[in-house]
């Protein structure tokens, strides 16, 4: 029985061990950020030279038989939009499309704000004739709502919907140093047409995500710290915001994703730093709460080397976790955008066991230039996934399909 189960085993590792192949490029001016949604690659696009928009490349799944033939369509222009971060769908929501945070400290780009996608009739009509959400045209003016303060020197990487409104974290320099702000934005119902601020704390400065741990029914905020270099978490006790630092020797932390990162039904944090030295590093939490919450640092990858040449490079960026083959799910492996590395890493885990966190390092592609954000998802439909890798200075997006 013993010898069966093993030969089970390895037949179940073996098709696992598939591999991502080069399947082409997509030609595109400074892609940035990347997300998937319904069929379509969204691609946030800045730099300190050029206008910022956002591109759409319509009926993905298609246009993977021809990639050289894609074209790209403007999905948001608008001048008050001037260096678009993170631009995220909703699934279900009759009002609003998505959003869009914007802005960066790059002179002339400082200003950003958190702009809404509206999903009115007057913008559907528009999306019937191919015109989406271009809202350099005068007339469509309102496809975009503000509902961040127009507070000016202040930029915003992320938001996310929360109750009955939505959570923001944004940052400015101030004299040299940096500061973060976390908001809650909403709407009062005596004033269903202005939107309110309410500072949460001060700290969190790029990236959060929300997650309830303990089940009580209250997500946590976990939170990226980059100029205080600390992970924090909120927790709503009592109707307040309760504030904790959960490591303060991340360095400047970067990124958080929330993820069962062993298949073990609970799930962990997998956080990057940003730095431009040895300490460039990406991380696994893993989390306990059989008293309060509580987290055990794991680092999985260190030492990565930042050759991007430039004030303020540094690495990496986002990590991801994802299964390679929904068909067959395994541990997750990690794709590690490198940012100023040039390189997009591949982490395999070497074990399927839970709770093991040792991975095997691969280089996916060294792009030779900065790497922003990738999107990854299964477009095709046969279980293994699709990986798009931005090669910022190159004006190209890598395309990798999983090959079992």
């Given at each position: ?111 950003g704000g958190v702009f809404l996608l509206n999903n009115d009739a007057i913008s559907r009509f528009r999306s019937w004739f191919g015109v989406d959400l271009q809202v350099n ?137 940003h730095e431009n030295d040895e300490k460039a590093a990406v991380f696994v939490y893993t989390v306990n709460t059989d008293s309060g919450i509580e987290f055990t640092r794991h ?106």
């Amino acid at each position: 029985m013993k010898k069966l189960l093993g030969i089970l085993l390895l037949l179940t590792v073996q098709v696992q061990a598939g591999t991502l192949q080069k399947v082409g490029e997509l030609k595109i001016i400074r892609p940035a950020f990347l997300s998937i949604h319904d069929d379509q690659l969204i691609v946030s696009q800045f730099g300190v030279f050029h206008k910022g928009q956002v591109s759409v490349l319509k009926g993905l799944k298609n246009n993977l038989e021809n990639l050289q033939a894609a074209e790209f369509k403007t999905l948001i222009k608008d001048r008050k939009i001037t260096w678009p971060n993170e631009v995220r769908f909703f699934e279900d929501n009759s009002k609003w499309a998505g959003v869009v945070s914007s802005g960066f400290l790059v002179p002339g780009k400082s200003n950003g704000g958190v702009f809404l996608l509206n999903n009115d009739a007057i913008s559907r009509f528009r999306s019937w004739f191919g015109v989406d959400l271009q809202v350099n045209v005068p007339f469509f003016r309102t496809a975009l709502t503000q509902i961040s303060p127009k507070d000016k020197g202040w930029w915003y990487h992320r938001t996310r919907q929360y109750k009955n409104g939505y959570i923001t974290a944004r940052a400015k320099l101030s004299w040299g140093k940096g500061e973060g702000e976390l908001l809650y934005l909403y709407r009062k119902d005596t004033n269903r047409y202005k939107w309110y601020a309410e500072k949460i704390v001060s700290g969190p400065d790029v990236h959060f995500e929300l997650h309830d741990f303990d089940n009580d029914g209250e997500q946590e905020i976990i939170c990226t710290e980059f100029f205080n270099k600390r992970l924090t978490m909120l927790k709503m006790v009592d109707g307040e915001w309760e504030y904790s630092v959960i490591d303060d020797t991340v360095g400047e932390a970067f990124d958080v994703q929330i993820a069962d990162l062993d298949q073990n039904g609970s799930v962990e944090l997998l956080v990057t730093n940003h730095e431009n030295d040895e300490k460039a590093a990406v991380f696994v939490y893993t989390v306990n709460t059989d008293s309060g919450i509580e987290f055990t640092r794991h680092t999985i990858l260190e030492g990565i080397v930042t050759k991007q040449g430039g004030i303020g490079s540094a690495s990496p960026g986002k990590a991801e976790a994802f299964v390679a083959d929904s068909s067959n799910p395994a541990k997750p492996w990690v794709l590690v955008n490198g940012d100023g590395s040039q390189k997009a890493h591949l982490l395999r885990p070497k074990s399927e066991e839970a709770n093991n966190w040792e991975y095997t390092e691969e280089i996916l592609i060294d792009t030779g230039c900065t790497v922003g954000q990738s999107a990854i998802a299964d477009i095709d439909g046969d279980g293994g996934v699709e990986i798009f890798v931005p090669a910022y200075d190159k004006d190209l997006i890598h395309v990798f399909s999983y090959i079992k």
